[in-house]
């Protein structure tokens, strides 16, 4: 009778072991697939972020107004959705509740949308006619990366500057004024493409 008995605890004892390297080995995959979506979700959010100042960029915006609407809206508005999202991001987590980590989530997630929905608004209803102006270079200057030297020309105008970099068969010098495509924003502000650099007569 102990032999038997023994016998059927050394085959449960068995038969659990393998069971139990396949729950972990579920779990370590599930916790990888997590951890790649968190990761792929992050650089998502990111790329959202950058691409609201490449709106900027493109624009004779002031650098403040987007930041003025990122601090004042953009931050009001992770708390608050941090706030509301408290159980969905507790779940998301496994139980962990941290308001930290929560704001911190909601910061990479939604913080971006004030000044994108300015900016983006500004450059996609933009009117469609275009007309051809010409800025002369306010200042220029190089810069050394990667072992090459790369030269800039800045034009200003509504007192914003914008920077370009000069193609590698010009130099520097010869380069008087920058012509560029404006096109009038939808909210007022002035979007420019296609600048065109201007040489002195003669280069």
């Given at each position: 009778m102990m032999e038997i008995g023994s016998k059927a605890v050394f085959f449960l004892n068995g038969n659990q072991a393998p069971m139990s390297g396949d729950k972990k080995e579920k779990?370590?995959?599930?916790a990888i697939l997590k951890g790649t979506w968190?990761?792929?979700?992050?650089?998502?959010?990111?790329m959202l972020h950058v691409l609201q100042w490449l709106f900027c960029y493109s624009t004779f915006i002031p650098v403040t107004l987007p930041l003025s609407l990122f601090l004042f809206g953009g931050l009001p508005l992770a708390?608050?959705?941090?706030?509301?999202c408290r159980g969905w991001l507790t779940r998301v987590f496994d139980g962990i509740d941290n308001n930290i980590m929560h704001i911190g989530v909601m910061l990479l997630m939604v913080?971006?949308?004030?000044?994108?929905?300015?900016?983006s608004t500004n450059f996609l209803l933009a009117d469609k006619a275009v007309s051809k102006e010409t800025l002369p270079v306010a200042s220029r200057g190089d810069r050394?990366?990667?072992?090459?030297?790369y030269y800039w020309v800045k034009i200003e105008k509504h007192n914003v500057s914008r920077k370009f970099t000069l193609p590698d068969s010009m130099a520097l010098n010869t380069v008087d004024s920058v012509?560029?495509?404006?096109r009038k924003g939808?909210?007022?502000?002035?979007?420019?493409?296609y600048p065109r650099f201007i040489q002195r007569y003669g280069h």
């Open positions: 779990i370590n995959r599930r968190f990761l792929i979700a992050a650089f998502f959010f990111m708390w608050w959705t941090a706030r509301k913080s971006w949308i004030p000044p994108a929905l300015v900016l050394y990366k990667k072992g090459r030297t012509e560029i495509a404006v939808y909210l007022g502000f002035e979007c420019f493409e």
